[in-house]
């Protein structure tokens, strides 16, 4: 039985966005067309590039240029929008302090919405979310790179960080082997790399491959706030979803993509990318200018890896051969399929070989830059 699981590139909340959040018409930052191709999706995961709260002022961490926060009415816009986990691995997460982000996970979580990345210690903010996506369960886990000064530690809020220039760290490429052991689907959010970049660089490449050696059927990237190319397991950058962004004049980061990759345990089947534009604080399917613009440049940077897209209505489509039926992947052994996290209503979960490697939430479905400057100059920002 194959899911679809949606993502979407950053979600910025904070800022001139903040200020239309608080408008009595704020389901209008996304349109219904956008909401519906969402929904078609088992699971819609995004990654937060904002915190969630009213309090706090800006952490003290030199050379950061950027404070992003959004007030808790922000909650209803992503339930609104469909949205089930929130990455908080992200280096926005503690623009305004533990508190501002403890502030956020408890705002989502009592709206229904799972979070996964950061936590009041690194322990936690490891912790993998897994959750139901149809009849197969997909265990998430958040990552970022950057600032080390949010990354969480023994009794510190935080991040859950790795420096992936160095490679891929020890307790990450455990934590992906052990949930991919014992759920169905590993997804890897992980916020890599400089920003208003057109290609993946180097080491972001290499974590890549790291993560699928460890066993990560589909990992998400964030940070370059313009979609990179994909393969098949990979999709470098997703971009970004909403914000106050000034555009640039070349890689034009106001259009942008939502991702829908359609997969089973033994990877995915198709991914397809439906083209979207920015305009300031509102975010919706592209025009045909805007498709096309899109899909020109989607076709050349996946082309350059490989990849070979091809336009499909109101979205772009690549397929991936899919492996007989009676063919087994060898980390899809029965004795792995003996010892996988339970189904929905269990009363307990698989604890990992060093400790619990994951929460369990059985719910999902269905509920209905460089940073950059809000306007003129565009900055990059490499924390």
């Known amino acids: 039985m194959a899911v679809t699981i949606a993502s979407a590139g950053d979600i910025m909340l ?11 018409r704020s389901h209008l930052l996304f349109s219904g067309r956008l909401r519906e191709a969402a929904a078609q999706a088992d699971l819609f995961v995004v990654n937060l590039e904002c915190c969630i709260s009213e309090r706090g002022g800006p952490a003290p961490v030199p050379g950061k240029s950027f404070f992003y926060r959004a007030p808790p009415a922000a909650v209803d816009v992503l339930v609104d929008l469909g949205v089930d986990v929130v990455s908080l691995a992200d280096n926005h997460a503690l623009d305004f302090g533990a508190g501002a982000l403890a502030d956020a996970r408890r705002l989502l979580a009592g709206a229904g919405i799972e979070t996964v990345g950061a936590g009041a210690n690194a322990e936690e903010a490891r912790t993998a979310l897994v959750m139901k996506a149809g009849e197969l369960s997909v265990g998430i886990v958040a990552v970022t790179d950057r ?3 949010f990354a969480a530690g023994p009794g510190r809020p935080g991040m859950a960080h790795g420096d992936l220039r160095r490679g891929l760290p020890d307790w990450l490429a455990d934590r992906v082997h052990t949930v991919r052991r014992h759920t169905d689907i590993t997804l890897v959010s992980v916020r890599w790399g400089p920003n208003i970049v057109s290609a993946p660089v180097s080491h972001v490449r290499r974590a890549a491959a790291d993560l699928a050696g460890a066993g990560a059927p589909l990992v998400a990237g964030h940070s370059a706030h313009v979609f990179h190319g994909f393969i098949r397991h990979v999709s470098y950058a997703l971009g970004d979803f ?7 004049p070349a890689l034009l980061n106001d259009l942008e993509l939502l991702w829908l990759v359609t997969l089973d345990e033994d990877g995915p089947w198709r991914t397809e990318a439906v083209p979207i534009t920015l305009d300031h604080c509102h975010t919706r399917l592209a025009d045909q200018a805007g498709y096309d613009w899109t899909a020109d440049r989607l076709t050349t940077v996946c082309a350059a890896l490989g990849t070979r897209v091809a336009p499909r209505g109101d979205r772009l489509v690549a397929n991936w051969p899919r492996r007989p039926a009676h063919v087994t992947s060898a980390s899809r052994s029965a004795s792995a399929r003996a010892h996988r996290s339970p189904r929905k209503n269990s009363a307990s979960v698989v604890p990992a070989p060093s400790g619990p490697a994951w929460h369990d939430h059985p719910g999902a479905r269905r509920r209905f830059r460089g940073d950059v400057a809000p306007s003129g100059a565009l900055r990059e920002e490499t924390i």
């Open 242 to 248: 909403t914000g106050d962004y000034a555009t640039h």
């Open 147 to 149: 600032p080390a000064d």
């Open 14 to 24: 904070g800022r001139g966005v903040a200020e239309e959040v608080q408008r009595p």
